[in-house]
């Protein structure tokens, strides 16, 4: 038997493996995604760093605060929020949708339906939950509960999805339980979270495509 009759098989068997896989998980998910919502979240969090320090200073761990000048950085807080998740949403849809494209898939495909679904009721959960801190102006607690809902819809949608995903999301809660007890350092904690830890982990995803593709 010829070496190019006896890869054949393994070929198809790999094959199979692949269609079988694609089935049950979204395995179409780009390292790119990853890393442009990450360098959203850097942005985002210059920008955060940059209001904050107008208003408290140097010493961005500062509680005190006047209920007039506070109700306009959470509302400039809250925009700037809104901005860089519409961003980095529309980046990680790209980067995704144009590598399924690649692949001759479908962006909206069963496999990726549950990764929706298993995403959406923690994010919601702790959008709601957010809204709450700041109705209440428990602000130092907005980045720790962020962490930890994001991190725990990960780890629901990583059933689904590429397991890159759910250690990313096991890191996002380790953060923001360790936020906790180092109340005023949120942001730090929330650029750590998902700017750094994104792109760290979009990177290694975006190198294993790359090996995957050889």
Known sequence: MSSTQSFEPLHE???I?????RSTRFTSLSGLSCIAAGVCALIGGAIAYTLLGNYYGSDLTLWEYSNASFAELKRQLL???AIVFAVAAMSAFFFTWRKTRKQGLSMWEPSSKRVFWAMLVPLVSGGVFVLGILHFDNWYLVAPACLVFYGLALVNAGKFTISDIRYLGYCQILLGLI?????G??????VLGFGVLHIVYGVKMYLKEK????
């Open 13 to 15: 068997m790999q094959h």
């Open 17 to 21: 493996q692949q269609l079988m896989e």
């Open 79 to 81: 925009v700037l929020a």
């Open 179 to 183: 936020n906790i007890w180092w109340i």
């Open 185 to 190: 350092y949120g942001l730090y904690f929330w």
């Open 211 to 214: 090996n995957n593709n050889q």
